[in-house]
């Protein structure tokens, strides 16, 4: 079973970058297949990304391609995700998530969830 924390985030100008993070724990992080959600104030919660361990793609959002990057660092332990040209709308809590078998758009089936981390875009 892998636990997640996360971090990052912040306070960004529209148009500008931040990354969050999750550091996990447990034996099985490089086994897992790692991913981002967030949720928005009255909005339900939305897939952002994900990454699959045994084939290496990444899924994005059709919101956020091309603007936001997930990776992993398996040594460290490590799931990212880096953020460019945000706008107002990328405003949410973003969620770390990790699966050993599923890492598609649809929250309820992914396994572990980290505390959540807020990043706010003004203009």
């Known amino acids: 079973q892998v636990q997640l924390v996360g971090s990052g985030g912040g306070l960004a100008q529209a148009g500008g970058s931040l990354s969050v993070s999750c550091a996990a724990s447990?034996?099985?992080?490089?086994?897992?297949?790692l991913g981002w959600f967030r949720q928005s104030p009255g909005k339900e919660r939305e897939f952002v990304a994900a990454l699959a361990w045994y084939s290496g793609r990444s899924y994005y959002a059709d919101s956020v391609k091309g603007r936001f990057t997930i990776s992993r660092d398996n040594a460290k332990k490590i799931v990212y995700l880096q953020m460019k040209d945000l706008q107002l709308e990328d405003t949410a809590v973003y969620y770390c998530?990790?699966?050993?078998?599923?890492?598609?758009?649809?929250?309820?089936?992914?396994?572990?969830w980290g505390q959540g981390t807020q990043v706010t875009v003004s203009s």
């Open positions: 998530v990790a699966s050993p078998n599923y890492y598609g758009d649809k929250s309820a089936n992914w396994d572990t």
């Open positions: 447990g034996r099985t992080f490089s086994g897992s297949n």
